[in-house]
């Protein structure tokens, strides 16, 4: 097991959360792919509930926030300060989609998009600061952004979180390592950012994706079809694990790749 404790370092992905039309059926699908129980939040949540693995937060579901969200997951980067956060977002030439909110005591939170169009969440940790298990099954173990821009998309994130990036892979498919290089961050990385050399799925603007760490790629990808959802590519091996992009019993896009076991 991988518990996480504390904050999580200012640019680093620290959330994912489902926003779905319905909210129950969303539950029962990730109870049978990944066996999360779910911790339904106070009245005034609305509707938002705690995806649970061994007594620890992993991801939540809540309802869209309006009719023209899309069912998709939307990950979360940590700052200190979301409203600084938000000001540097729109300096860069990003844009601010929800100003910066207080969400009861557990934060505060705004939503995002880079220069590109892909979407993002901040999040600024009081009595919730995030993934409270990571790099195991049923948790998240990856992050990362498919852009039509992935140099627009680099210079973006480097201007407002100050990542610096390895370059990893060859000239026709290359992938970007986001690490932060704040005091004793030099080497750690912590998200992705590629363009797909077939194109993003349907079009648009390109999307950020979590990956949920599973003991057996195959099995996952056959529970995520028994539970109503589908495959987008995969499952395949990669040198960082066996993989699969699939799509969850409402439309919604996420991966899902091996890790060691414990």
């Not at 009719?67 to 938000?86: E, K, N």
């Not at 705004?110 to 790099?135: E, K, S």
């Not at 195991?136 to 480097?158: L, R, S």
């Not at 992705?192 to 349907?202: I, R």
Request: with cysteine.
């Amino acid at each position: 097991m991988s518990e996480h404790e504390g904050v999580f370092a200012p640019g680093s992905p620290c959330w994912s959360d489902l926003g779905v039309g319905d909210v129950a059926a969303a539950r029962t699908f990730y109870a049978g792919v990944f066996g999360w129980e779910f911790l339904d939040g106070p009245p005034e949540a609305g509707g938002y509930s705690m995806g649970m693995l061994a007594g620890r937060p992993v991801a939540a579901v809540g309802p869209r926030m309006g009719d023209d969200q899309p069912t998709a997951w939307t990950v979360h980067l940590a700052t200190a300060d979301a409203d600084a956060t938000a000001a540097a977002v729109t300096a860069a030439g990003g844009s601010v989609l929800a100003a910066p909110f207080d969400v009861l005591d557990a934060g505060r939170m705004g939503i995002a998009a880079d220069p590109t169009g892909v979407v993002f969440g901040l999040w600024q940790g009081r009595g919730h600061t995030g993934y409270g298990r990571v790099n195991e099954p049923g948790a998240a173990c990856w992050n990362e952004t498919h852009t039509a821009d992935a140099e627009a998309a680099k210079a973006f994130y480097t201007a407002v979180f100050g990542y610096g990036f390895d370059v990893v892979g060859d000239a026709a498919e290359p992938y970007a390592i986001a690490k932060l290089r704040g005091d004793g961050w030099d080497a750690d990385p912590v998200a992705g950012v590629f363009t797909p050399p077939t194109g993003l799925p349907g079009g648009g603007p390109g999307y950020w994706v979590t990956w949920f760490g599973t003991a057996d790629t195959d099995a996952t990808v056959a529970a995520v079809v028994d539970h109503g959802g589908s495959v987008l590519m995969g499952p395949s091996d990669s040198p960082f694990g066996r993989s699969a992009l699939v799509l969850g019993a409402q439309g919604e896009l996420f991966g899902v790749i091996a890790v060691p076991s414990a």
